[in-house]
């Protein structure tokens, strides 16, 4: 086999020699003060010169270092003591190769261990490291540079039990030379400079030191010492970065094991929460499993450990051992941590508490099928883990409530994020006064002049089918308890005071004829909760007790037959409003495009939105009345599309409703102010309020001298109170007919008064759907 490195892997052409070591014997063979050291090397000499000149002039093949094995020995006999070779993990190699040779015993045992199959290769080191490496060298050596230039190296060599043991390299060069030959190139201090900032450049390294253009003479010493500890601190570090890998529980046990020298030890993880006392599976890394919650469901903390485990945990933050799970189960009186470890095969254990400042934030498990594993003595190793675990769950638990926070602040509460820079701005002013103790007052927040857009998809006659819905539902529940009444008063030992209470049933029944009123529904709950229900309850007769069982299943809310007609009509209306806010909700991220502004949009018996929009919401962008207008017409001609999509789904709806579209203009500005209390902004001033009235009042409305709603199911309704506003909008309804969305012809009428609001004036049109 040839001891060479890859024709194109290395500046260097290889040249194993022992030359150095060889002079420095010639020179102990002339000194005449130490006769014996002098014989002795002489001898050597001779020796080496008559049975192995290549020792000194370079080998290229492995053959010959074995047939040579022990000459090198003793040429190397000062640099190997024998009484060290148990002790040192040592050998000759080649820098950043996997060739060594004259190893000490010690070396050889753990390679014995690792089993023949076993290839030893430097960790995370790859042909481009190898070759810069390998310039680093010559500019070290030759041209005088003092490059750091490479990273700590390692071994990973698993023992004999499979546990895997990690050796950091240490490479001493003494005995190493750099020679150019007559291929290599001169090197600039400019050439310098250039790779010095081009580290990742491997075309341009080459292209100063080309393949094989040095020599390389001379060999290396490698000393390795255990560092595994050290490295599976390091590769715990790296792994918590990566908390939410799918492997992760899995290479953070591999770690664990090469710490505790234990190939079956197994890790798991609970979280805590000190706010209601309960151990908890890792939310925020479900790759690790709990051997305290085996069915993965929130416990009671004391419960599970008990109260001596507990306190040990969690008030005093100290290590709980046990070297043998079942003593430890027979001197605990309370807990299941035992009896859950056994279950699984755990006969030896370590619970370590994750704490900060005092404040348990879970517990890290480390278990073991056998006993005496695991004990008090050794739980003393997790100190050197325990602190990077700590900061990493405290950093994660604060990123989760981070989260929390972020979707209570979007799902939850009205800060839209084109308002958001203002309240960011306020936070902070708050905050900076806090650090420094001073007092601040948070101030209002306030959008003053900013231009109003109302629009809304009503359900029309909602309450209508709302309270046709309760009343046939109720209709059904009253005829069943007819019915039930009388076979209970029918049948021997009859209950006399429910056979009273039927009479009164058949009255409430009677009422449902009419018109339901708005506390019938109330009425007749309340009356059933307290005169009725109590007394079937009582009754446990075979022959009536399954009807009375049935009917209580009847009256149940997302299943009982009591509540069907009422979860039709919900079910109908959410599916309206899901589907057009929907669309709303889709079409606003495209309509921020036009010019930031605020946006907030509610369901009810259809859905109605606000926007907002003015120079004040985005100060940094230029606004004029042309992105006014242009947030005007696409606001009606997403009502259109919203519309459209009621058709779509209207043979769907198990209730049959009808929609209605509106849109207020409002061509004055306005100012907008979050109410604290409230959470959400509302119009500011009094005169600013008249909008808010025409909002609430308008959907009612009717055409000025008829019965007839100025809102009518397949046409949008436009309410203008001035010619400016109506001349606009009559513009932005010729756009939407040639694009096909609204029908043409426009009809305009006057609105009736409404209390304090006069001379409103509407256009309508219908909708192509």
Same mark, same amino acid.
């Given at each position: 086999?040839?001891?060479?490195?890859?024709?194109?892997?290395?500046?260097?052409?290889?040249?194993?020699?022992?030359?150095?070591?060889?002079?420095?014997? +010639?020179?102990?063979?002339?000194?005449?003060? #130490?006769?014996?050291?002098?014989?002795?090397?002489?001898?050597?000499?001779?020796?080496?010169?008559?049975?192995?000149?290549?020792?000194?002039?370079?080998?290229?093949?492995?053959?010959?270092?074995?047939?040579?094995?022990?000459?090198? !020995?003793?040429?190397?006999?000062?640099?190997?003591?024998?009484?060290?070779?148990?002790?040192?993990?040592?050998?000759?190699?080649?820098?950043?190769?996997?060739?060594?040779?004259?190893?000490?015993?010690?070396?050889?045992?753990?390679? =014995?261990?690792?089993?023949?199959?076993?290839?030893?290769?430097?960790?995370?080191?790859?042909?481009?490291?190898?070759?810069?490496?390998?310039?680093?060298?010559?500019?070290?050596?030759?041209?005088?540079?003092?490059?750091?230039?490479?990273?700590?190296?390692?071994?990973?060599?698993?023992?004999?039990?499979?546990?895997?043991?990690?050796?950091?390299?240490?490479?001493?060069?003494?005995?190493?030379?750099?020679?150019?030959?007559?291929?290599?190139?001169?090197?600039?201090?400019?050439?310098?400079?250039?790779?010095?900032?081009?580290? =990742?450049?491997?075309?341009?390294?080459?292209?100063?030191?080309?393949?094989?253009?040095?020599?390389?003479?001379?060999?290396?010493?490698?000393?390795?010492?255990?560092?595994?500890?050290?490295?599976?601190?390091?590769?715990?570090?790296?792994?918590?970065?990566?908390?939410?890998?799918?492997?992760?529980?899995?290479?953070?046990?591999?770690?664990?094991?090469?710490?505790?020298?234990?190939?079956?030890?197994?890790?798991?993880?609970?979280?805590?929460?000190?706010?209601?006392?309960? $151990?908890?599976?890792?939310?925020?890394?479900?790759?690790?499993?709990?051997?305290?919650?085996?069915?993965?469901?929130?416990e009671d903390a004391r419960a599970v450990l008990g109260e001596a485990v507990y306190q040990a945990l969690a008030e005093e933050n100290v290590y709980v051992a046990a070297?043998?799970?079942?003593?430890?189960?027979?001197?605990?009186?309370?807990?299941?941590?035992?009896?859950? $470890?056994?279950?699984?095969?755990?006969?030896?254990?370590?619970?370590?508490?994750?704490?900060?400042?005092?404040?348990?934030?879970?517990?890290?498990?480390?278990?073991?099928?056998?006993? !005496?594993?695991?004990?008090?003595?050794?739980?003393?190793?997790?100190?050197?883990?325990?602190?990077?675990?700590?900061?990493?769950?405290?950093?994660?638990?604060?990123?989760?409530?981070?989260?929390?926070?972020?979707?209570?602040?979007?799902?939850?509460?009205?800060?839209?994020?084109?308002? #958001?820079?203002?309240?960011?701005?306020?936070?902070?002013?708050?905050?900076?006064?806090?650090?420094?103790?001073?007092?601040?007052?948070?101030?209002?927040?306030?959008?003053?002049?900013?231009?109003?857009?109302?629009?809304?998809?009503?359900?029309?006659?909602?309450?209508?089918?709302?309270?046709?819905?309760?009343?046939?539902?109720?209709?059904?529940?009253?005829?069943?308890?007819?019915?039930?009444?009388?076979?209970?008063?029918?049948?021997?030992?009859?209950?006399?005071? $429910?056979?009273?209470?039927?009479?009164?049933?058949?009255?409430?029944?009677?009422?449902?004829?009419?018109?339901?009123?708005?506390?019938?529904?109330?009425?007749?709950?309340?009356?059933?909760?307290?005169?009725?229900?109590?007394?079937?309850?009582?009754?446990?007769?075979?022959?009536?007790?399954?009807?009375i069982q049935q009917y209580f299943r009847d009256t149940d809310k997302t299943q009982g037959s009591f509540h069907a007609w009422r979860r039709r009509y919900e079910n109908?209306?959410?599916?309206?409003?899901?589907?057009?806010?929907?669309?709303?909700?889709?079409?606003?991220?495209?309509?921020?495009?036009?010019?930031?502004?605020?946006?907030?949009?509610?369901?009810?018996?259809?859905?109605?939105?606000?926007?907002?929009?003015?120079?004040?919401?985005?100060?940094?962008?230029?606004?004029?009345?042309?992105? $006014?207008?242009?947030?005007?017409?696409?606001?009606?001609?997403?009502?259109?599309?919203?519309?459209?999509?009621?058709?779509?789904?209207?043979?769907?709806?198990?209730?049959? /409703?009808?929609?209605?579209?509106?849109?207020?203009?409002?061509?004055?500005?306005?100012?907008?102010?979050?109410?604290?209390?409230?959470?959400?902004?509302?119009?500011?001033?009094?005169?600013?309020?008249?909008? +808010?009235?025409?909002?609430?009042?308008?959907?009612?409305?009717?055409?000025?001298?008829?019965?007839?709603?100025?809102?009518?199911?397949?046409?949008?309704?436009?309410?203008?109170?001035?010619?400016?506003?109506?001349?606009?909008?009559? =513009?932005?309804?010729?756009?939407?007919?040639?694009?096909?969305?609204?029908?043409?012809?426009?009809?305009?009428?006057?609105?009736?008064?409404?209390?304090?609001?006069?001379?409103?004036?509407? /256009?309508?049109?219908?909708?192509?759907?």
């Amino acid at each position: 086999m040839m001891l060479d490195f890859p024709a194109d892997g290395t500046p260097f052409k290889l040249q194993l020699s022992f030359h150095s070591v060889i002079e420095e014997l +010639e020179k102990t063979a002339q000194d005449t003060q #130490h006769p014996e050291a002098a014989a002795a090397a002489g001898d050597l000499l001779r020796r080496v010169n008559a049975e192995a000149p290549e020792l000194r002039e370079g080998i290229t093949q492995e053959e010959q270092l074995k047939r040579h094995e022990g000459l090198i !020995r003793e040429l190397l006999h000062d640099l190997f003591p024998e009484s060290l070779t148990q002790n040192e993990i040592k050998a000759v190699g080649l820098p950043y190769s996997n060739v060594f040779f004259n190893l000490t015993e010690r070396f050889r045992k753990i390679l =014995h261990a690792a089993g023949p199959s076993f290839s030893t290769y430097i960790r995370d080191f790859d042909e481009h490291q190898f070759y810069v490496m390998s310039c680093c060298i010559i500019l070290n050596q030759y041209y005088g540079t003092q490059l750091d230039f490479g990273p700590p190296l390692f071994y990973d060599i698993p023992a004999a039990d499979g546990v895997m043991r990690h050796y950091r390299i240490l490479a001493n060069a003494d005995f190493l030379d750099v020679v150019p030959t007559e291929n290599s190139l001169p090197i600039t201090p400019e050439d310098i400079d250039l790779l010095l900032n081009n580290y =990742h450049d491997l075309a341009l390294w080459k292209a100063k030191f080309p393949p094989q253009t040095w020599l390389l003479r001379g060999f290396s010493l490698l000393n390795l010492f255990d560092a595994t500890v050290e490295s599976a601190v390091s590769t715990f570090k790296e792994n918590l970065l990566g908390l939410y890998h799918a492997g992760f529980q899995d290479s953070t046990a591999t770690i664990f094991r090469s710490i505790y020298r234990i190939p079956d030890l197994q890790i798991g993880f609970t979280l805590y929460t000190p706010e209601d006392g309960l $151990l908890s599976p890792c939310a925020f890394g479900k790759q690790m499993k709990s051997f305290l919650l085996p069915e993965g469901q929130d416990e009671d903390a004391r419960a599970v450990l008990g109260e001596a485990v507990y306190q040990a945990l969690a008030e005093e933050n100290v290590y709980v051992a046990a070297s043998d799970t079942t003593v430890f189960q027979g001197t605990q009186t309370e807990g299941l941590i035992a009896d859950r $470890l056994l279950y699984r095969n755990m006969n030896s254990f370590i619970l370590a508490p994750v704490a900060k400042n005092g404040q348990l934030l879970g517990i890290l498990e480390l278990v073991c099928p056998k006993p !005496r594993r695991l004990n008090s003595i050794n739980a003393n190793k997790l100190d050197i883990i325990l602190p990077y675990l700590t900061d990493t769950v405290e950093r994660l638990v604060a990123q989760f409530q981070n989260q929390v926070q972020a979707v209570i602040q979007e799902k939850y509460t009205a800060i839209h994020g084109s308002v #958001h820079w203002k309240f960011q701005e306020e936070a902070e002013r708050y905050i900076d006064a806090q650090m420094i103790g001073k007092e601040y007052k948070l101030q209002e927040i306030i959008f003053p002049e900013v231009y109003p857009l109302y629009g809304q998809l009503d359900i029309r006659g909602s309450s209508e089918a709302r309270n046709s819905s309760i009343q046939r539902d109720l209709q059904q529940q009253l005829q069943t308890l007819v019915l039930l009444l009388d076979a209970i008063g029918n049948r021997p030992g009859k209950a006399p005071e $429910l056979t009273s209470e039927g009479q009164t049933v058949r009255t409430l029944l009677g009422d449902l004829d009419g018109t339901l009123l708005a506390d019938t529904e109330q009425y007749v709950q309340l009356y059933l909760e307290e005169n009725i229900h109590p007394r079937l309850r009582e009754l446990s007769a075979p022959e009536v007790l399954p009807f009375i069982q049935q009917y209580f299943r009847d009256t149940d809310k997302t299943q009982g037959s009591f509540h069907a007609w009422r979860r039709r009509y919900e079910n109908t209306v959410a599916m309206i409003n899901d589907t057009v806010a929907g669309i709303l909700d889709s079409r606003q991220k495209e309509a921020q495009t036009l010019f930031p502004h605020y946006y907030e949009r509610f369901k009810t018996d259809g859905v109605e939105h606000n926007l907002y929009i003015g120079p004040c919401i985005a100060p940094k962008q230029v606004f004029d009345v042309r992105k $006014l207008q242009a947030l005007r017409l696409w606001q009606l001609q997403v009502l259109c599309e919203m519309e459209a999509a009621y058709h779509q789904v209207k043979p769907l709806l198990r209730t049959p /409703l009808e929609v209605t579209t509106l849109v207020l203009a409002h061509h004055s500005t306005l100012s907008i102010r979050f109410r604290l209390d409230e959470k959400r902004f509302d119009v500011d001033g009094s005169y600013n309020a008249r909008f +808010e009235i025409v909002k609430k009042r308008i959907d009612k409305a009717h055409r000025k001298g008829t019965n007839e709603r100025i809102t009518q199911p397949g046409f949008m309704t436009i309410v203008c109170s001035n010619d400016a506003e109506e001349q606009e909008y009559r =513009h932005f309804i010729g756009q939407l007919q040639a694009k096909r969305l609204l029908d043409v012809g426009i009809e305009h009428f006057d609105v009736e008064d409404l209390q304090g609001i006069s001379g409103l004036r509407a /256009l309508r049109v219908g909708i192509v759907h």
